[in-house]
C-alpha cells in the first residue's frame, strides 16, 4: 500500500471521513508524499503529456500571443507569471520564440508560481540563461505590483474541488471514508443547504472555491495593475452536474482512490465559473474558445508549414502529427476538449484569437 494511502486511512480513523476537497490536496500537494512534491509526470516515460511537451509550436505561438498584446498594450514594463508550470517548457519556448522581439525581454520580469520543489528544480534546469530575471514563488500571493502577463496550461484542473450528489431531494457532500483497509466514496449525512442548482436523484455537482478564489485573486491584480491572462485546460463552458474527477497513471485511467501520492488526479474545468469569477472582480472575460480556434486563429498551420521546409520526412511527419494532436476536434484529441479563456482589464487591448 502507498506511504499516503496509509497515512489517509490514518487521518480517517482519527478524525472522521474526509472532503474529495481535503483529499485532492492531500494526493496531490502533500508535502511528503503528494504526487506533484516527489516526481516529475510528464512525457512518454510519466504518466500524462501536455500541450507544451507535445510540440514547441504550442509554447511558440503563446510566446508570439504575449508579445502581441504587449505591443499593442504601449509596451510597458511587464511581468510575466506562469502558474504550475510543470518543466518549464511552455515558458522555453515563450521565451525563445520573443527574443527577437525588440525590446520585449528587456521589459520582462519572469514569475514562476510552482508548488513542487522536484518540479521546479526541473524548471531552473529547463530556463537556465533563458532570461536574467526568472524568480520563482509557491503560490499568487506576492506577485510582483506592475502590468502582468498570466499564463496557466493544466493548472485548474490540479486544484481540489468539492463534490455533492442528490440523494433524497437535498444535496449531501461527498466524502471519503474507510472500510476495512480500502478508502470508499460515501456521502454526509447532513444535507447542504443550497438553494438553486436543481439536479436529479443520485447527480453528482461539483463546485472549485480554490479555483474560483485564485480567479478572482487573478483578477483583481489585472484589475489593478492593468494586464491580461491565459487560461487552456480541459474543462466544460456550461455548469452542469456529472463526476469529473479521475486518476492517471502510465497513460491509463484508475481508481481515483487506489493510489493517492501515485497517481495524477484532476477534474475538468468549469470555464463557467471561472469567467464569472474573473467578471466579478472587474475583469473582462474573452471565449472560451476552443483549443482547436485559439491555435487556428494565432496561425498554426503558417507555424506548421515554416518548420516543415527545414524538417526532414520523418520530422515532418511528427510536426503533422503534432499538429492533429493538438488541434483535432475527436473525442480523443485535444482540439476540442481543451477550451482557452483569456481575461484582461479593461485598459488592455482584447488579447489575439478572440
Ligand atoms: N503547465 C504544465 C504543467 C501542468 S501540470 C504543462 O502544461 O506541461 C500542473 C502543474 O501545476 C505542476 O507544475 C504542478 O506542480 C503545479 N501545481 C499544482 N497545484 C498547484 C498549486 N496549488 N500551486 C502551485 N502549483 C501547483
Redesign the pocket.
Known sequence: MSALRQRIIEIIRQEGPISVERYMALA??DPQHGY??TRD??GASGDFT????ISQMFGELIGLWCADLWLRAGQPPISLV??????G??MSDVLRATKAVTGFHDALQVTL????PV?SDIQKRTLGQAHPHIEWA??IATLPEKPTIIL????F???PIRQFQKRNQAWHECLIGVDDDSLVFGLAQEPMRMSGPGGSEGDILEYAP?SETIMRDLARHLVQFGGAGLIIDYGYTQSGFGDTLQALKAHEFVNPLETPGEA?LTVHVNFESLELAARESGARAHGPITQAELLDRLGIDTRVETLIRKASPQQANDIRKARERLIEPTTTGMGHLFKALAISSNDWPTPAGF
Open positions: 496531490l500537494g506533484y512534491m509526470p510528464f501536455t500541450s507544451p511537451e506562469e502558474l504550475g508550470p510543470g518543466r517548457t511552455l508560481v510552482e508548488m513542487s518540479l509557491t503560490t496557466a496550461n493544466e493548472f484542473d490540479a486544484l480554490i495524477d
